[in-house]
């Protein structure tokens, strides 16, 4: 039986507003921080029931909204190993957000345990944590007497970034085990995750100091412990680290700024010097652009796709020195958003698939490989080793004193990059381990492939739910006739693409073009978006 009363009690101060509608999607629950109360208390409540519903095992829960504004927020739900939650329970999410009112809710949460078989008797954990917002305490309160209703036992994590946190669910669910994640503790990520890095770059010649912009966010805090931890092979200059001015969070700052305005923060232009590597991560830290300012004094990034092509590169290297390219295969997944040039450049060099948007997507595809190398161009991304891999590293006999080298190498790698899910400091370590290895400077590593000039576009439409689409998002299929129309307009162009996608976070179309030339691509975009409107 449901707690009913104690459900009750705890709901009536967390009416739900009677004219929104909220949607469990790519991102989990996110939208304007000030209608969030009630989706935040019933959140609480899932959680409980989706333990309950693995045995008791450690759920998470992630209150941020990433790169968008300061005055939004958001929360997500991390499944037992550190994955996003699976997919037949956002439709449950969705459900029990909806509820118009308390008994409506119980109705719903009676529905959950009935569909999901759910017994109540079982014991429910969850460990949970959030970004800097401003709105985060309240919020948290929220969530905390979702808990409280239904005798949840909580462990919080206080304020930290989104892959701490699914690092946190896997190292609690894997404690005392053999796969044991690492201790199941902030500092044991810190440790982990420098430890790695000091034996992966032991011998190398000592980093370029490298400028990092922490979009004002939790990542300000992460990147200053682990600094202290990674030794002096590498110098961090953290910037944009104010975690207290308000409205500061993501504004002209972070890896989104980057990426869709492709250009430098305002705050970083005059401290960065040419050929100088400088990095921006996200407002909860699970995304990371790179970039440089070349020598004619040219912004130039490296992008989700550079990141993946430079990483599955060298693993593919160390595969083979290792002596195990015949055992273990290395594969990229990426999405349409890909530059068309590192989809060419990686599959000259291994199996790559493409995927729709979205973590979960990228990531099951990436479990597919032994090892599965996953980028979004938007900069989030990790590295998969399977569990059968990570056994063949840990027991093959190498044969040669190089063998034995790039094994340890690899096994390092696998400690080091956090195969929960993206995350950007662990990508950066990642990135500057490459660099340290290669004897790369940003404008080699840039050199690796040459862009295809690119555009974005988004449209307001009536109705974004009838664009639906197929092959990973690449053609529609409805509005009936529209593709053939985008396939006839691609056609005049030198080396054009685009497709056309409905958005999962946001009430828009999104319209993506590539072409030989930038300003063939802008008219591209914007032709198709004609079509489209
Ligand atoms: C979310 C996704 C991200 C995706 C983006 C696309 C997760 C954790 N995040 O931020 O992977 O690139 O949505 O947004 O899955 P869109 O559907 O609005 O283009
Ligand atoms: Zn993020």
Redesign the pocket.
């Known amino acids: 039986q449901l707690p009913v009363d104690a459900i009750l009690h705890f709901s009536n101060n967390h009416a739900k507003p009677s004219h929104l509608h909220f949607q469990y999607?790519?991102?989990?629950f996110r939208t304007l921080a000030s209608s969030l109360d009630s989706v935040l208390y019933r959140v609480g409540l899932l959680a409980g029931l989706r333990s309950k519903r693995l045995d008791g095992k450690t759920i998470g829960v992630m209150v941020t909204a990433?790169?968008n504004p300061e005055q939004d927020n958001g929360v997500?739900l991390v499944d037992p190993r550190g994955e996003?939650l699976e997919a037949s329970w956002e439709q449950h999410a969705t459900l029990v957000a909806n509820a118009s009112s308390a008994e409506e809710l119980i109705h719903a949460l009676n529905e959950v345990v009935r569909v999901a078989k759910i017994d109540l008797s079982k014991p429910s954990r969850v460990v949970y944590a959030r970004d800097t917002r401003p709105s985060g305490p309240a919020l948290i309160r929220a969530l905390e007497d979702g808990f409280r209703a239904l005798g949840v036992e909580a462990r919080n994590a206080g304020v930290t970034s989104t892959p701490i946190l699914h690092y946190l669910v896997k190292a609690i669910n894997t404690k005392g085990t053999e796969e044991s994640y690492g201790e199941d503790s902030e500092e044991g990520y810190y440790r982990k995750l420098s430890t790695a890095f000091r034996a992966l770059v032991a011998g190398k010649r000592k980093l370029e100091p490298l400028l990092v912009d922490c979009a004002n966010g939790v990542g300000a805090q992460a990147a200053e412990k682990l600094r202290e931890q990674i030794g002096d092979k590498l110098p961090l200059i953290l910037e944009n680290t104010d975690t207290d001015a308000r409205g500061a969070l993501n504004y002209n700052c972070g890896a989104d700024f980057v990426k869709t305005q492709q250009k430098l923060p305002p705050s970083i232009a005059p401290l960065l010097e040419k050929g100088q590597r400088a990095c921006s991560l996200d407002g909860d830290a699970?995304r990371l652009m790179y970039y440089y300012v070349d020598e004619r004094g040219h912004f130039r990034m490296l992008d989700g796709d550079k990141i993946a092509a430079l990483v599955a590169a060298f693993i593919v290297e160390l595969v083979k020195l290792a002596g195990l390219d015949n055992t273990i295969k290395v594969g990229v997944v990426q999405?349409a958003?890909a530059n068309g040039a590192s989809t060419k450049y990686l599959a000259e060099r291994l199996p790559v698939k493409c995927v729709p948007?979205?973590?979960?997507h990228?990531h099951h595809a990436a479990e597919h490989y032994n090892i599965g190398v996953y980028f979004?161009a938007?900069g989030?991304g990790t590295v998969l080793f399977s569990p059968s891999t990570q056994q063949t590293l840990k027991t093959h006999e190498p044969s040669t004193p190089a063998q034995s080298t790039a094994l340890t190498h690899l096994i390092n790698l696998t400690e080091l990059i956090n195969q929960t899910?993206?995350d950007a400091l662990s990508d950066m370590l990642l990135v500057e381990v490459v660099l340290a290895h290669k004897s790369y400077s940003g404008a080699e590593w840039d050199s690796l492939y040459e862009d295809l000039p690119n555009r974005l576009v988004k449209v307001v439409v009536a109705d974004r739910n009838a664009f639906k689409t197929e092959d990973a998002e690449r053609r529609l299929v409805s509005p009936p006739r529209l593709q053939a129309r985008i396939d006839e307009l691609v056609r005049k162009y030198e080396g054009g693409r685009s497709f056309v996608?409905?958005?999962?976070?946001?009430d828009?179309v999104?319209v993506y073009a590539e072409a030989a030339v930038k300003s063939q691509a802008d008219e591209l975009a914007f032709r198709v978006a004609g079509l489209v409107y």
């Open positions: 999607g790519t991102a989990g990433s790169h997500k996003m699970d999405t958003y948007t979205g973590v979960k990228l979004e938007n989030h899910v993206g996608r409905p958005s999962g976070t946001e828009v999104r």
